[in-house]
């Protein structure tokens, strides 16, 4: 069979299925590390097979089968102890019928539970965030450890045992492998949502290198997205957290949509006011807008309020349907950080408030909340309150002091690309006239943080490392 066809249905696969059989691996043999290392020999064989016999008609069966007779030999070869035999006895007993023995045992709702399953255990509480991300991208997104470490910025040994201690942490504090029960469900699915969030922020606006945007992790975070989604949605007592994960997948859609307009082709920033509309991704803000239809059909009378997500997507969704920058009503977006204020306070979520009021009412009114916000303390080394400082000041014709506030967001940028944008600002300013553009007209960083998605928190490299 052509080399390009056998490539095109193990890459299917791998998207579409590696998470599930992974996970139906693990909850079988109970080790993490050799259900990985059987999954991904199995894939490895599967090339060379596939090559010679053609693709098979159900090609995940095809995989679940190799792997878990991989994993029995295995297990068969250092049974010396009865808790080996065990999981031998169990491995043996788990079964796939269907034609050929090829098909997966598994009906619709065990696949479903079995990758929640995965998805909770790599985000349980008991381990660091920084673990529960590379865990996650690791064993669910299918990433390679060299992948993850320069996701990390670590070196790939680091990264390796991390991993290592993380599933040995699992295994020795006895961590179950499961849904939590339903007690503990609302608040372990948060985790989960935080997760995935933040491993989307990672990609979309990256805390350190070269890069200001890291899109395989973006879109990592959005196949998660579409991953938890699905099998929310077809599990029953997990359906309460619908809206709240389709809202999610919503929101990084519309934010994911303008990827490719914010570098300009010499690999500079381009604030949202300057992008190109006709590049961003009309079918993806279609899809996020469609989702938050959904949610929004779906809201039952007397239900809980919108969630965070929801509230974030609707913000992103005002930017995204209005025809220019100019056009974009920034006082809907006011309202909605109220709501979003009023339901998760935190000083990010004032900043764009704060921000959404200065392009409502004018610099002289945003100026003052940012600035009590800078001198709270309470987003010390967040380069976006001395940028939006700055470009307000420069917007009331207060040179100096903007120069000032420009060149701590310089010192302050996590990435070279956000340095270089200070840098152009500050020459800018500089060689600025006396007749400022009125406001509203020259928008640009304040523009773009009225546009910045709500954090859950620092992103990894920011974090205490484990």
């Given at each position: 069979?052509?080399?390009?066809?056998?490539?095109?249905?193990?890459?299917?696969?791998?998207?579409?299925?590696?998470?599930?059989?992974?996970?139906?691996?693990?909850?079988?043999?109970?080790?993490?590390?050799?259900?990985?290392?059987?999954?991904?020999?199995?894939?490895?064989?599967?090339?060379?097979?596939?090559?010679?016999?053609?693709?098979?008609?159900?090609?995940?069966?095809?995989?679940?089968?190799?792997?878990?007779?991989?994993?029995?030999?295995?297990?068969?070869?250092?049974?010396?102890?009865?808790?080996?035999?065990?999981?031998?006895?169990?491995?043996?007993?788990?079964?796939?019928?269907?034609?050929?023995?090829?098909?997966?045992?598994?009906?619709?709702?065990?696949?479903?539970?079995?990758?929640?399953?995965?998805?909770?255990?790599?985000?349980?509480?008991?381990?660091?965030?920084?673990?529960?991300?590379?865990?996650?991208?690791?064993?669910?997104?299918?990433?390679?450890?060299?992948?993850?470490?320069?996701?990390?910025?670590?070196?790939?040994?680091?990264?390796?045992?991390r991993l290592v201690r993380a599933r040995a942490?699992?295994?020795?504090?006895?961590?179950?492998?499961?849904?939590?029960?339903?007690?503990?469900?609302?608040?372990?699915?948060?985790?989960?949502?935080?997760?995935?969030?933040?491993?989307?922020?990672?990609?979309?606006?990256?805390?350190?290198?070269?890069?200001?945007?890291?899109?395989?992790?973006?879109?990592?975070?959005?196949?998660?997205?579409?991953?938890?989604?699905?099998?929310?949605?077809?599990?029953?007592?997990?359906?309460?957290?619908?809206?709240?994960?389709?809202?999610?997948?919503?929101?990084?859609?519309?934010?994911?949509?303008?990827?490719?307009?914010?570098?300009?082709?010499?690999?500079?920033?381009?604030?949202?006011?300057?992008?190109?509309?006709?590049?961003?991704?009309?079918?993806?803000?279609?899809?996020?807008?469609?989702?938050?239809?959904?949610?929004?059909?779906?809201?039952?009378?007397?239900?809980?309020?919108?969630?965070?997500?929801?509230?974030?997507?609707?913000?992103?969704?005002?930017?995204?349907?209005?025809?220019?920058?100019?056009?974009?009503?920034?006082?809907?977006?006011?309202?909605?950080?109220?709501?979003?204020?009023?339901?998760?306070?935190?000083?990010?979520?004032?900043?764009?408030?704060?921000?959404?009021?200065?392009?409502?009412?004018?610099?002289?009114?945003?100026?003052?909340?940012?600035?009590?916000?800078?001198l709270s303390g309470a987003l010390d080394g967040?380069?976006?309150?001395?940028?939006?400082?700055?470009?307000l000041l420069r917007r009331l014709g207060r040179?100096?002091?903007?120069?000032?506030?420009?060149?701590?967001?310089?010192?302050?940028?996590?990435?070279?690309?956000?340095?270089?944008?200070?840098?152009?600002?500050?020459?800018?300013?500089?060689?600025?006239?006396?007749?400022?553009?009125?406001?509203?007209?020259?928008?640009?960083?304040?523009?773009?943080?009225?546009?910045?998605?709500?954090?859950?928190?620092?992103?990894?490299?920011?974090?205490?490392?484990?």
């Amino acid at each position: 069979m052509p080399d390009d066809v056998v490539a095109a249905a193990l890459s299917e696969t791998a998207m579409a299925e590696r998470a599930r059989i992974v996970a139906t691996l693990i909850r079988v043999t109970g080790d993490w590390d050799l259900a990985e290392d059987c999954v991904q020999d199995a894939f490895a064989k599967a090339l060379r097979v596939w090559r010679e016999r053609g693709v098979p008609a159900n090609p995940a069966a095809w995989v679940t089968t190799v792997a878990k007779n991989a994993a029995l030999d295995r297990l068969r070869r250092s049974a010396t102890e009865a808790g080996a035999l065990h999981e031998v006895a169990a491995l043996g007993q788990a079964d796939y019928p269907g034609t050929a023995g090829h098909e997966p045992a598994a009906g619709p709702d065990e696949i479903a539970d079995d990758r929640l399953r995965l998805i909770f255990t790599c985000c349980h509480p008991a381990l660091a965030m920084t673990t529960r991300v590379a865990l996650t991208l690791r064993s669910v997104a299918g990433l390679s450890t060299a992948e993850i470490a320069r996701s990390f910025l670590v070196p790939e040994p680091t990264m390796a045992k991390r991993l290592v201690r993380a599933r040995a942490k699992i295994r020795n504090a006895g961590i179950p492998y499961r849904v939590p029960p339903p007690h503990l469900l609302a608040e372990r699915t948060a985790g989960v949502f935080s997760v995935i969030y933040l491993l989307f922020n990672e990609g979309y606006s990256a805390s350190a290198g070269d890069s200001l945007v890291r899109e395989p992790l973006a879109r990592e975070a959005i196949r998660l997205a579409r991953l938890l989604v699905s099998v929310i949605t077809n599990t029953p007592n997990m359906a309460p957290f619908s809206g709240e994960a389709t809202s999610l997948l919503a929101l990084m859609l519309l934010h994911h949509a303008r990827a490719d307009a914010r570098i300009d082709d010499a690999g500079e920033v381009v604030t949202l006011e300057y992008q190109d509309r006709s590049r961003w991704d009309a079918s993806a803000i279609d899809e996020g807008l469609r989702l938050l239809q959904v949610v929004e059909q779906n809201r039952e009378p007397g239900s809980s309020p919108p969630s965070i997500y929801e509230l974030q997507a609707r913000i992103a969704s005002v930017h995204m349907t209005a025809a220019d920058a100019a056009g974009t009503d920034f006082a809907r977006i006011e309202r909605l950080y109220d709501a979003l204020y009023s339901i998760a306070p935190s000083p990010v979520v004032e900043l764009n408030r704060a921000v959404a009021v200065a392009m409502t009412r004018g610099a002289e009114a945003g100026l003052p909340l940012v600035e009590a916000i800078d001198l709270s303390g309470a987003l010390d080394g967040y380069y976006l309150v001395a940028a939006s400082r700055a470009d307000l000041l420069r917007r009331l014709g207060r040179t100096e002091e903007a120069a000032v506030h420009y060149a701590r967001a310089r010192e302050l940028a996590p990435t070279a690309i956000e340095k270089r944008y200070f840098t152009k600002r500050l020459v800018d300013l500089a060689s600025m006239s006396t007749n400022l553009a009125p406001f509203g007209r020259a928008r640009g960083v304040v523009h773009a943080v009225a546009d910045e998605h709500f954090e859950e928190g620092p992103s990894w490299s920011q974090r205490s490392q484990p």
